[in-house]
């Protein structure tokens, strides 16, 4: 349900934060980018905890004040354009957690970040990521959906953004599912797990192991459920939405 562009490179700042991000420890990771002045680290500080929000949902004050540090940071369009990206992202996550319906807001703010980042823009997928969001979740637009994930497949392909890949990956392999292509859905899934265990992303593995068992029949599809659930078990629930959907396994 969310995304992101890249991971961590030999910076050991950067290094520790995707330590403690792939874990789901958004406070301590965004807590580490604190001392740190300037457009780039707030961003990156409010992205953080704006996953935080979407993954556990909680945390929207500190989320908000952390991008109202970031819009007041950024000088350049790129910087505005990624920080209108949040904005947008943040108010989608309140949105589809049912917090508040922030459909306009979310639509507005990735619009804005359309036209502040260049089509080039190392943002530029994450963003189009989001938009496709918003097609599948809030405007029911599978086809608008598929061209946005797709324009962010290639973009982040170009970048470099793996763990990116793996949520567009995910995502097309989810609509595939839904029109009844299986072998599309289980190769989608199954690159966004293996993407997800090459990275050590803790905290996106049991999402994607309970994705790939929807694709899956039987005794294959119990057996990823379970791993799911105790991973889910072992990172104390979180995601929180992933609950529902590994709820039947868990009675059975």
Do not use: K, N
Not at 181 to 210: K, N
């Amino acid at each position: 349900m969310s995304g992101s562009g890249s991971t961590a490179g030999d910076d050991p700042l950067q290094t520790a934060v995707w330590r403690l991000r792939s874990r789901g420890c958004w406070t301590d990771a965004a807590a580490l980018l604190a001392p740190h002045p300037g457009a780039a680290p707030s961003l990156q500080r409010a992205s953080l905890l704006v996953e935080r929000c979407l993954f556990t949902g909680v945390g929207w004050p500190d989320a908000e004040d952390a991008l109202r540090v970031a819009e007041a940071t950024a000088r350049e369009d790129d910087e505005r354009g990624g920080a209108a990206s949040e904005r947008g992202h943040l108010a989608y996550a309140a949105t589809i957690l049912g917090v508040r319906d922030r459909a306009d807001e979310a639509r507005a703010a990735l619009g804005r970040a359309a036209a502040l980042l260049a089509p080039t823009a190392p943002g530029r997928p994450l963003l189009d990521f989001r938009r496709g969001l918003i097609a599948e979740h809030l405007s029911d637009s599978p086809q608008s959906a598929v061209a946005a994930y797709r324009r962010a497949h290639a973009g982040a392909t170009a970048h470099g953004q793996t763990l990116l890949l793996s949520f567009t990956w995910r995502h097309l392999a989810g609509l595939a599912l839904r029109e009844g292509e299986l072998a599309e859905a289980r190769h989608g899934f199954g690159e966004s797990l293996r993407i997800r265990e090459e990275l050590g992303y803790l905290v996106g593995t049991a999402p994607a192991l309970a994705a790939l068992a929807d694709a899956e029949p039987e005794p294959e599809a119990s057996r990823l459920r379970a791993e799911a659930g105790r991973l889910f078990r072992l990172l104390d629930g979180v995601p929180t939405w992933l609950a529902a959907q590994l709820a039947p396994s868990t009675a059975a």
